[in-house]
């Protein structure tokens, strides 16, 4: 059967259009051409054109800080890019050094001003009275920021940063400048190759002045005042925070040894309570030579005193459910690993104030007292939330009641605008700062990260 030739074979050769057709084709072509040269200089595309998305940012490279499965938080799933949720407070970012003013759905106006950037995990922080902010950064680094400039007071090779370990907790002497101590917790290995947290004490010497004006301070005299703390890749806990009694108060993780922290003669998953020299008070509710303040914790990253009412309250990670926020009586038992969730404790435990599941991952914590009077009494704490669309990665706020055993209020600030949170702090000036902690292995930093941030009062604030 012969080949079907075409309708152009057909005519005896190629297509060619008659003076019609001839001029249907130009306009076609003049059509095409001007709305290319719009598209390629106008600054927005078509009505309703989904625009080519950004190329996906690579996967951070695994540093050793990773979380593993059925630890503080569920193993990472894909990554993606972080940006603002819808609703959350404020809406500005932050990056801009002189502010920008927002409210928040409890009546608070504040303005939002970043600090410091370009920092490598801000763990902690603690303000002097003269107003300056002495912070950690988790590779080893002991910061003053002072007058808008940060500068390293002390850098300790011998810290051990991998996982969750690190240079940790900070806190001032509360007589501090008299004596004048610092105080850190920090992760090392011992000469035997084991893994070790302990509390450093240095003496902090002025240098003749302040800020720009004059010398920054240094440290000396380092001391170290508490040893033999367990530790490990993760669960490392690590606050410092001095109580109204004067003492040292200290959290301990479980260091992946859960069982452990039912024994009240062991330092794993505790709280303890020490003199500021190291030694043991007499009055420690377990005894006179045990340290143990409260036990049957998992990892309380975040302590905090309310200064009104001399009540203790600290943050802690549950295991893939069940993140709490307890009120720390002197030698109770929290409960990890017999009882987790809210209804297993039964009566033999001390229930937590506030249980989340799915897990938000608390850090850093700290009550603020000030201005913002929608805010006065409120305890905040960081979020870290290991991935970016997780329900942590904020900064939260509860209010109590009168007694402090309840939770009669509670709101969500910044949810996705900063990645992780972690250090939490309040300030001079009725300001609340907090820090970022994207630059872990476990966040997606930006060419800001990581920083602090420091929430005022707005003019007008309630």
């Given at each position: 059967?012969p080949?079907?030739?075409?309708?152009?074979?057909?005519?005896?050769?190629?297509y060619?259009p008659?003076?019609?057709?001839?001029?249907a084709v130009?306009?076609?072509?003049?059509?095409v051409s001007?709305?290319?040269?719009w598209?390629?200089?106008?600054?927005a595309?078509?009505p309703?054109e989904?625009?080519d998305?950004?190329?996906?940012?690579?996967?951070?490279?695994d540093?050793?800080?990773?979380k593993?499965?059925g630890?503080?938080?569920p193993?990472p799933g894909?990554?993606?890019?972080?940006?603002p949720a819808?609703?959350?407070?404020?809406?500005?970012d932050?990056?801009?050094?002189?502010?920008?003013?927002?409210?928040s759905?409890?009546?608070a106006?504040?303005r939002?001003?970043?600090?410091?950037?370009?920092l490598?995990?801000?763990?902690d922080?603690?303000?002097d009275?003269?107003g300056r902010l002495f912070f950690?950064?988790?590779?080893?680094?002991?910061n003053?920021l002072?007058?808008?400039?940060?500068v390293t007071?002390a850098?300790?090779?011998?810290?051990?940063?991998?996982?969750?370990?690190?240079?940790?907790?900070?806190?001032?002497?509360?007589?501090?400048?008299?004596p004048p101590?610092?105080?850190?917790?920090?992760?090392y290995?011992?000469r035997?190759?084991?893994?070790r947290?302990?509390i450093?004490?240095?003496?902090?010497?002025?240098?003749?002045?302040s800020?720009a004006?004059g010398a920054a301070?240094?440290?000396?005299?380092?001391?170290v005042?508490f040893?033999g703390?367990?530790?490990?890749?993760?669960?490392?806990?690590?606050?410092?925070e001095?109580?109204p009694?004067?003492?040292?108060?200290v959290?301990?993780?479980d260091?992946?040894?859960?069982q452990?922290?039912?024994?009240?003669e062991?330092?794993h998953?505790k709280?303890?309570r020490l003199n500021?020299d190291?030694?043991?008070?007499?009055?420690?509710p377990?005894?006179p030579g045990n340290?143990?303040?409260?036990?049957?914790?998992?990892?309380?990253?975040?302590?905090?005193?309310?200064?009104a009412?001399?009540?203790?309250y600290?943050?802690?990670?549950?295991?893939?459910?069940?993140?709490?926020?307890?009120?720390i009586?002197?030698?109770?038992n929290y409960g990890?690993?017999?009882?987790?969730a809210p209804?297993?404790?039964?009566?033999?435990?001390?229930?937590?104030?506030?249980?989340?599941?799915?897990?938000?991952a608390?850090?850093g914590?700290a009550?603020?007292?000030?201005?913002i009077?929608?805010?006065?009494g409120?305890l905040?704490f960081?979020?870290l939330?290991?991935?970016?669309d997780?329900p942590?990665?904020h900064?939260h706020r509860l209010?109590?009641?009168?007694?402090?055993?309840?939770?009669?209020?509670?709101?969500?600030?910044?949810?996705?605008q900063?990645?992780?949170?972690?250090?939490?702090?309040?300030?001079?000036?009725g300001?609340?700062?907090?820090?970022?902690s994207n630059?872990?292995g476990r966040?997606?930093?930006d060419?800001?990260d990581?920083r602090?941030?420091?929430l005022?009062?707005?003019?007008?604030?309630?």
């Amino acid at each position: 059967m012969p080949r079907r030739r075409s309708q152009a074979h057909l005519h005896g050769g190629s297509y060619r259009p008659g003076p019609a057709g001839l001029v249907a084709v130009a306009l076609v072509l003049l059509l095409v051409s001007g709305v290319m040269a719009w598209r390629a200089l106008g600054p927005a595309p078509f009505p309703g054109e989904v625009p080519d998305p950004a190329p996906p940012r690579p996967a951070p490279e695994d540093a050793g800080n990773g979380k593993q499965p059925g630890e503080d938080e569920p193993a990472p799933g894909p990554e993606s890019p972080r940006s603002p949720a819808p609703g959350s407070a404020g809406g500005q970012d932050g990056g801009a050094p002189g502010g920008n003013a927002g409210s928040s759905g409890a009546g608070a106006t504040w303005r939002l001003e970043t600090v410091a950037t370009g920092l490598e995990v801000p763990w902690d922080m603690a303000f002097d009275r003269r107003g300056r902010l002495f912070f950690t950064e988790r590779p080893g680094r002991i910061n003053l920021l002072d007058g808008g400039r940060v500068v390293t007071l002390a850098t300790l090779p011998d810290t051990v940063a991998t996982g969750e370990s690190g240079l940790l907790g900070i806190a001032l002497h509360p007589g501090f400048p008299d004596p004048p101590y610092l105080y850190v917790y920090q992760t090392y290995r011992t000469r035997g190759g084991q893994l070790r947290n302990r509390i450093l004490r240095f003496g902090v010497e002025e240098g003749g002045g302040s800020g720009a004006a004059g010398a920054a301070p240094r440290l000396a005299g380092r001391q170290v005042v508490f040893d033999g703390i367990p530790a490990a890749a993760i669960h490392d806990g690590g606050q410092l925070e001095f109580g109204p009694d004067g003492k040292l108060y200290v959290t301990t993780g479980d260091a992946r040894q859960p069982q452990r922290a039912q024994d009240p003669e062991s330092l794993h998953g505790k709280i303890l309570r020490l003199n500021p020299d190291g030694s043991v008070p007499p009055d420690n509710p377990l005894g006179p030579g045990n340290p143990v303040f409260s036990y049957g914790h998992r990892n309380p990253e975040g302590l905090a005193f309310d200064p009104a009412s001399g009540r203790l309250y600290a943050v802690e990670h549950g295991p893939d459910a069940w993140d709490e926020v307890n009120r720390i009586e002197a030698g109770a038992n929290y409960g990890w690993p017999v009882a987790v969730a809210p209804g297993e404790h039964r009566g033999r435990f001390t229930p937590a104030l506030r249980s989340y599941d799915p897990i938000i991952a608390p850090a850093g914590a700290a009550f603020y007292r000030g201005p913002i009077r929608a805010w006065d009494g409120s305890l905040f704490f960081g979020t870290l939330g290991f991935q970016p669309d997780s329900p942590g990665r904020h900064l939260h706020r509860l209010r109590l009641d009168a007694s402090g055993t309840r939770v009669v209020e509670e709101e969500i600030l910044f949810k996705g605008q900063f990645g992780r949170i972690r250090a939490v702090q309040t300030g001079p000036g009725g300001c609340l700062y907090f820090g970022t902690s994207n630059r872990d292995g476990r966040g997606e930093p930006d060419p800001l990260d990581d920083r602090i941030l420091r929430l005022c009062p707005q003019a007008g604030s309630d």
